[in-house]
């Protein structure tokens, strides 16, 4: 349990690989410009908080909750994902690099990935119905078991996903990347 609360305040350039961040709920909070590489981010919770220009690559984020979060600008390289809290977990972000990150198995509906990098990332297993890929580069992105239901992948590219292995229905693509869809079959598209 989090015994500490910590509302509203604006954390600009901490570096929490020099300084260790609290165990705390934090609560409507700002980080900007802040370092997050590689540290214990565990067993925190950071709802309604937005993350602007951050780094979090390689961030251990076990049983870290992330409720109505946005990203902006951030390096997430390699963030397993699927190892924070799920209850309740609602995220976004805009412009991010979050390749070799993880979301096995989550279920994160109405997600909005703006104008992302998302090479070699997994999605396998997870639920992603009605979450928006805009402008995404999803080269090397696994989704095998995913749930892709009303999914809008229309100006994203680089994906292969096999249509056999995943749920479809009502998915957005537009006719030049639709190709991603028939990747496996090794047909040639002029």
Do not use: W
């Amino acid at each position: 349990m989090i015994d500490n609360y910590i509302d509203s305040e604006a954390f600009i350039k901490v570096d929490f690989t020099k300084t260790k961040i609290e165990k705390a709920e934090y609560d409507n909070c700002t980080f900007e410009h802040c370092n997050f590489e590689g540290i214990y981010a565990s067993n925190i919770q950071f709802v309604e908080c937005e993350f602007i220009d951050c780094n979090f690559s390689n961030t251990i984020v076990s049983n870290t909750a992330f409720r109505e979060v946005s990203f902006v600008d951030c390096k997430m390289i390699g963030v397993k994902f699927n190892e924070c809290d799920n209850f309740l977990l609602s995220m976004n972000f805009t412009n991010c690099q979050l390749n070799f990150s993880s979301f096995y198995q989550l279920k994160i509906i109405q997600t909005k990935f703006l104008d992302c990098k998302l090479q070699e990332v997994d999605f396998t297993e997870a639920d992603m119905s009605k979450s928006l890929f805009k402008e995404c580069d999803l080269s090397g992105s696994i989704f095998e078991q995913s749930n892709l239901e009303k999914v809008d992948f229309q100006t994203s590219s680089g994906f292969n996903i096999d249509p056999e292995v995943n749920k479809l229905k009502g998915a957005k693509f537009s006719k030049e990347n639709v190709v991603g869809l028939l990747h496996k079959y090794q047909i040639i598209i002029e």
